[in-house]
């Protein structure tokens, strides 16, 4: 099975990167655009086809790995369809 | 004093931490890959050195965090065992869970490299010692992401329980506007666990302890361990 597991700072924590962006996208004209925040993908291949238990073993793996949920969150979407968000 | 020195792939301040406690106590420090699972008998002290662990992948010393050798010193640590955390250390042992919070992104998004005024907001410790309470002190930071953030529980339950071993500051001991190098939450350079056993900071007391090379200000540091 494929997975795609997006890693993203909390709201609130400052991101100095996606600032830098967002300072850049406003020089290039796009004065439209309010936020940019930066994060992270991982596109994961998990073998089996139980979706629950690959999307258990992934929270299981965001939580040890993938994000620091200090300032992290991190959601989970499994073959192109919702999966689950914490 | 039984020094062990953690050597994770990609850390380059190792060889600069073992010199500096050598010239502290004239012993010389053993050297622990991480692929180890225990620290050598009677260590007294653990360092997880500055550097470039897993070249910052993923996130700085997130990868270093979970190797074999990381259970064998956070159980020296839950012993009161003692662990010195330098820079990349520091990401370690925050993502390691051995101290609160997280180390990011510089705010200014610059790697800094210079010297930097700190002060030395604890001399009770067994880390610091040598200095005097408040005493400024100079040496090398070197670090694109020693931000130090955590909630504001978190924050509070540190200044709270006078766990801020180092703060950023002017050379009068100010820690006013423009003297952090990376936007620090309070202007923490340093951290101490709740037993006081863990220190973890940003700023490279091993590389101020010769007068030829920078400085001697860090060497209170190492005077400290030996005492």
Redesign the interface.
């Known amino acids: 099975m494929q997975a795609r597991v997006s890693v993203t700072l909390k709201s609130g924590v400052l991101d100095p990167q996606g600032k830098a962006i967002e300072g850049a996208l406003h020089s290039l004209g796009h004065a439209g655009v309010t936020s940019v925040r930066q994060g992270k993908i991982f596109d994961v291949t998990i073998e089996g086809t139980d979706r629950a238990a690959a999307e258990a073993e992934l929270a299981k793996v965001c939580e040890a790995l993938l994000a620091n949920t200090v300032i992290e969150d991190y959601a989970i979407v499994i073959d192109g369809n919702g999966g689950a968000a914490a | 004093m039984k020094a062990a020195i953690v050597v994770f792939p990609g850390v380059n301040r190792d060889r600069d931490v073992a010199r500096a406690l050598r010239l502290a106590s004239g012993a010389e420090p053993a050297s622990v890959w991480h692929t180890e699972t225990s620290l050598p008998d009677g260590t007294d002290l653990a360092v997880l050195p500055g550097g470039f662990s897993y070249g910052d992948y993923?996130?700085c010393g997130?990868?270093a965090a979970?190797s074999p050798v990381m259970d064998a010193v956070r159980a020296h640590a839950a012993r009161g065992g003692r662990v010195l955390a330098i820079c990349n250390g520091f990401q370690v042992a925050c993502?390691a869970g051995l101290l609160?919070?997280?180390l990011?992104?510089?705010?200014?998004?610059h790697f800094v490299c210079r010297i930097q005024h700190l002060s030395v907001e604890r001399a009770d410790t067994p880390f610091t010692r040598a200095y005097a309470p408040g005493q400024v002190i100079a040496v090398p930071v070197a670090h694109g992401e020693g931000n130090y953030?955590?909630?504001e529980d978190t924050i509070a339950r540190l200044e709270g329980a006078g766990r801020v071993a180092f703060r950023y500051c002017g050379p009068e001991g100010d820690p006013a506007h423009g003297t952090s190098p990376n936007?620090s939450r309070n202007h923490i350079a340093g951290i101490l666990s709740e037993r006081l056993n863990v220190l973890g900071m940003m700023p490279h007391p091993e590389n101020a302890v010769e007068a030829l090379a920078g400085g001697e200000d860090g060497k209170g540091l190492f005077d400290s361990l030996m005492g």
Do not use: K, S, T
Request: net charge neutral; no cysteine.
């Open positions: 993923l996130r997130a990868i979970r993502e609160p919070g997280v990011m992104r510089n705010a200014d998004l953030a955590a909630d936007g």
